[in-house]
Structures are given as structure tokens and as C-alpha cells.
């Protein structure tokens, strides 16, 4: 079990740079990277319907400086991103202040940073700054996809239950009945959506109501879970499981150190928790996830985050102002259209891959993003 240290927010810590990880990305570039594009480039839809991964072609010859605030734990991949860039555009030079997403949003709404880096979506009140100005929101592009296991970078969410529970799989409704509560709705971006609204009568609270028989049917599920963000803070999770919401279950037991949360877990046959993979211990297993009850039911691999098959696989992001510091609404600066065309391109997925954690776009993801760009 690969050590890991409670980092799965993906901003706190010190973005380190050690001889033994590269021997670890080196392996995976060569075991990945050929694969990864080809197979990625049709993933979601067949072929014929989806074009492969563009090829970066200039739409102009751009020049100047492009000013990036974000998240440390992707300093390695925005690196890349810039010298392959350069190659196309060497009178392009690049200032970045990488100390947290967080940071990231302040330098948009500041007009100190051309582009915000995020290892996660902005938060409800982050929007704000910018729309204050223009009643615009600000662009989002999805980047890249998070990785499987490794801390601080997006790693995708898996649900585990004690090793001893028959419990082999769930649905991320099953996942909402457990963690959620009655609700009013739930926020999706700045919108109060009324629609996820549900009842008690959906909440799960015994082992029996997710199927189990026997010695288990009447026993209490005891949920764990990483901390609460801030006031005005809505986690991937909420968003991805629970419509948004903010109401939890009874009873939620929240830990700080995911550690310390799989150590518990590990100690009780009646408890459940999400985290990343890499907190994983040997007496706790991970469960397969489906979006519905038709499946499929998909269990978290390198290749099924990387594909968007795996439920609770995590984009990454880029932001960027939709006006100017006037507030009135304008086109892309040039220079960041081509910036972002050359990172949704085949070679800036390459260079994705390349990182050794963060995981390359689909084909269909990609296109979806450019059309956000052109």
C-alpha cells in the first residue's frame, strides 16, 4: 500500500520534487502514454462520430505574456504545457504565481491573472468577483482529468466499506441515500436548483435497506467522511452525489486525516467512507460505482478514470474572464485562445500524459471544451 499523506483537497502541502518520482513517472509515461492517446481519442463514442485528438495548427502568430495564478500541484503539467507551447509561439513568455486554487480566482477577479489553474471547480461565492463586473461568469475549461491515486492531484473519490461486508457495489443514488438528507436543493454553480430536491423516504440507514440479509438487515450504517469545506464551499462529492446539497446524515462521523478515517473504518464492519484510493488498508475494500441501477457497475482503474467510465473520476481546470477590466464583454485575448487550443490539442494531451499523474482528455471531451474556445 503506497504511503500518502492527507492531501486530497489537491491544495494544501508543499508541491515536491523527489528523485523517486520520476523513476515512477518514467514507468508509467512508457507503459501509458502510447496507449492512453489512441484508446482516449475514441473513448465515449465510436470512431465515426467522434474525431480524434486535433493536431495544434496556429490560428495566428501570437506574441506577449500570459499571466497563470492556480493550484502547486500542477506546476509540472503547466511546464509542459508552456514549452510545448513556446515552440509554436517563442515570442510567448509566461509569469505564474502557482500557491492555490483559491488564489486563482482572486487573480481573476483582480485582473492579476489571464488564466486561473484549478484542481477543482470553483465554488458558488468565487463567482462573484468577475460577475460583479460584467454579469458574466467565468469560462470554464475542463484541462485534464485527475489522477487514479496520487494525493494533492485530483485523484478520483472511491467508496469503501470493512472487508468483511458482502457489499460489492453501489449506485451514486445508494451513495446519496446514505451521505444525504432531506433537502430543498441543492447549488450548481450560482443556481439554487430545486430539482434535487428529495424527502426522508430516500434516505439509507440500515445495511438491509442496500440489499444485505441475515446478521446485517437491521444493522446501522455508520458514515465517514472527509470534513466540511467553508461556508459557501460545495465539494466534488456534494456536487457529484448529492445534487449540491449541504445536508448531511445523521450521525456523519468526519475526520481530517483520511488516515486516521481508514483506520476506523478498518475497526468497524458497519462503516463506509469515500476517499482516495491511495488511503486504502487492508482490512477495507473498494466498491464498484454505476451512475443508475442499469450500470455498468465500474471499478476505479488508471483506465476507467482516464475514460470518465468510473463515476467519481475529477476534472481539472482552467478559468479565464469573459470581459475586460472595464467589464464589458469580449472575445478570448488571442494569445489564451491559442494557449488553450494547443493544451485540448493531441500534443498538449500528450504532454498530460506525459506528467505521469494527471490523465488525458477524451476525443469527446475535448471537442466539447473547444467549442467553449472557438
Known amino acids: 500500500m503506497r504511503r500518502c499523506r492527507s492531501l486530497l483537497a489537491g491544495d494544501s502541502g508543499q ?30 463514442a465510436p470512431a465515426a462520430e467522434t474525431p480524434p485528438l486535433p493536431d495544434y495548427q496556429p490560428a495566428a502568430k501570437v506574441s506577449g505574456v500570459i499571466r497563470t495564478w492556480g493550484n502547486p500541484h500542477m506546476a509540472e503539467l503547466l511546464k509542459r504545457w508552456e514549452a510545448g507551447f513556446q515552440r509554436y509561439h517563442p515570442g510567448v513568455y509566461f509569469s505564474d504565481n502557482l500557491k492555490s486554487s483559491a488564489m486563482a480566482i482572486a487573480g481573476l477577479s ?116 472527509p470534513p466540511g469545506l467553508a461556508p459557501g464551499g460545495v465539494s466534488f462529492f456534494q456536487c457529484r452525489v448529492m445534487g449540491g446539497a449541504d445536508t448531511w446524515a445523521e450521525g456523519l462521523r468526519e475526520f481530517a486525516d483520511e488516515k486516521e478515517m481508514m483506520e476506523a473504518l478498518s475497526k468497524d464492519p458497519y462503516g463506509i467512507a469515500y476517499t482516495g484510493r491511495c488511503y486504502q488498508t487492508p482490512r477495507t475494500k473498494a466498491l464498484a460505482l454505476a451512475d443508475n441501477s442499469g450500470g455498468p457497475f465500474v471499478a476505479a482503474t488508471r483506465e476507467s478514470v482516464a475514460s470518465r467510465t468510473y463515476p467519481l473520476a475529477r476534472p481539472v481546470y482552467i478559468y479565464f474572464s469573459p470581459d475586460n477590466p472595464g467589464g464589458e464583454p469580449v472575445a478570448p485575448d488571442p494569445k489564451l485562445r491559442e494557449f488553450l487550443r494547443y493544451i485540448l490539442s493531441r500534443q498538449g494531451q500528450a504532454d498530460v500524459a506525459g506528467e505521469g499523474d494527471y490523465l488525458p482528455l477524451t476525443a469527446t471531451v475535448a471537442h466539447e471544451q473547444l467549442k467553449k474556445v472557438d
Open 110 to 225: 483582480e485582473w492579476t491573472a489571464d488564466l486561473a489553474l484549478m484542481g477543482r471547480q470553483i465554488h458558488t461565492f468565487e463567482y462573484y468577483g468577475v460577475y460583479r463586473r460584467s454579469l458574466l461568469l467565468p469560462v470554464e475549461i475542463e484541462v485534464a482529468t485527475g489522477s487514479l491515486d496520487t494525493p494533492a492531484k485530483s485523484s478520483a473519490l472511491s467508496v469503501f466499506v470493512h472487508r468483511d461486508n458482502p457489499l460489492a457495489r453501489l449506485t451514486l443514488p445508494q451513495l446519496d441515500g446514505i451521505y444525504g438528507a432531506q433537502r430543498e436543493g441543492g447549488w450548481q454553480g450560482m443556481k439554487w436548483e430545486r430539482t434535487v430536491a428529495r424527502g426522508p423516504e430516500k434516505n439509507l440507514r440500515t445495511w438491509g435497506q442496500l440489499g444485505l440479509t441475515g446478521e446485517w438487515a437491521d444493522k446501522p450504517i455508520h458514515v465517514y467522511g
Open 15 to 44: 508541491h515536491r520534487l523527489q528523485a523517486g518520482s520520476y523513476q515512477r513517472k518514467a514507468y508509467r509515461i512508457a507503459s501509458f502514454v502510447g496507449a492512453a492517446l489512441a484508446a482516449l481519442a475514441a473513448a465515449g
